[in-house]
């Protein structure tokens, strides 16, 4: 979906707008890992990340990035309290498109969303989320960035994961066409499958070549389902 305004030369800085305490240094926050290094790039070290790093090695993820916190999902409703952020940047989601668990994928993917919207709508704050592109089904209506009501109710997502994406999509553009509040700005973000370095936690919900990689590499014999996703 396209951004509700203009971001401007600094992306989602907010470029201190609507501060209203002297010298206050707004922090951006970032829910999940994958804008931390273009952050700090970017000469930003007050980056917090809330996510669950577990036992599966994700804290590699984060290893080279300094970051001013990590605040674990369970407490960031109190952790928000009083804060002031340059951004909210939302890619936190149950993503196993063979998920099965209905109640526990709405209340991670669609409720905890509608409350960081909510949070960010209270508080003035740039809210960018992640979309997928699983919302857009089996492709029968096209692969249309379209945010309109009416568009978006043609989509028939295929999974759990696709149609709890695809509901906050709608609440979203609900929102925007009913000129209820979603300032300053907002972006959703329809991500597809890709390649791309530290995917090792995923397990089976890693990309073909990334689980394949080993073999390849040792020139070893691999199958692949569906050989045209290798292409």
Same mark, same amino acid.
């Given at each position: 979906?396209? /951004?509700?305004?203009?971001?401007?030369?600094?992306?989602?800085?907010?470029?201190?707008?609507?501060?209203?305490?002297?010298?206050?240094?707004?922090?951006?926050?970032?829910?999940?890992?994958?804008?931390?290094?273009?952050?700090?790039?970017?000469?930003?070290?007050?980056?917090?990340?809330?996510?669950?790093?577990?036992?599966?090695?994700?804290?590699?993820?984060?290893?080279?990035?300094?970051?001013?916190?990590?605040?674990?999902?369970?407490?960031?409703?109190?952790?928000?309290?009083?804060?002031?952020?340059?951004?909210?940047?939302?890619?936190? @989601?149950?993503?196993?498109?063979?998920?099965?668990?209905?109640?526990?994928?709405?209340?991670?993917?669609?409720?905890?969303?509608?409350?960081?919207?909510?949070?960010?709508?209270?508080? @003035?704050?740039?809210?960018?989320? /992640?979309?997928?592109?699983?919302?857009?089904?089996?492709?029968?209506?096209?692969?249309?960035?379209?945010?309109?009501?009416?568009?978006?109710?043609?989509?028939?997502?295929?999974?759990?994961?696709?149609?709890?994406?695809?509901?906050?999509?709608?609440?979203?553009?609900?929102?925007?066409?009913?000129?209820?509040?979603?300032?300053?700005?907002?972006?959703?973000?329809?991500?597809?499958?890709?390649?791309?370095?530290?995917?090792?936690?995923?397990?089976?919900?890693?990309?073909?070549? /990334?689980?394949?990689?080993?073999?390849?590499?040792? /020139?070893?014999?691999?199958?692949?389902?569906?050989?045209?996703?290798?292409?």
């Amino acid at each position: 979906m396209p /951004a509700g305004q203009d971001w401007g030369k600094a992306g989602i800085h907010n470029q201190g707008q609507g501060s209203n305490v002297a010298g206050d240094r707004w922090r951006r926050f970032y829910r999940s890992n994958r804008r931390g290094p273009r952050l700090n790039d970017a000469g930003r070290a007050d980056v917090v990340v809330c996510d669950v790093l577990g036992h599966d090695g994700k804290w590699r993820n984060l290893a080279k990035r300094q970051l001013a916190d990590i605040v674990p999902p369970a407490e960031l409703p109190e952790w928000l309290k009083g804060r002031r952020l340059d951004a909210v940047i939302h890619l936190g @989601a149950i993503s196993e498109t063979t998920a099965s668990d209905g109640d526990l994928v709405i209340e991670t993917n669609f409720r905890l969303s509608m409350r960081l919207l909510d949070w960010c709508t209270a508080h @003035a704050t740039p809210f960018i989320y /992640a979309s997928s592109a699983s919302t857009y089904g089996d492709g029968a209506q096209g692969f249309r960035d379209d945010q309109s009501i009416g568009a978006l109710k043609t989509l028939r997502p295929m999974n759990l994961y696709g149609w709890s994406k695809h509901l906050f999509d709608m609440a979203v553009a609900e929102r925007a066409d009913e000129a209820k509040s979603c300032r300053p700005q907002w972006a959703g973000l329809k991500f597809f499958q890709r390649v791309r370095p530290n995917e090792y936690h995923k397990g089976p919900m890693m990309s073909v070549l /990334a689980r394949r990689f080993d073999d390849i590499k040792a /020139a070893a014999p691999c199958s692949c389902s569906n050989p045209i996703a290798m292409a």
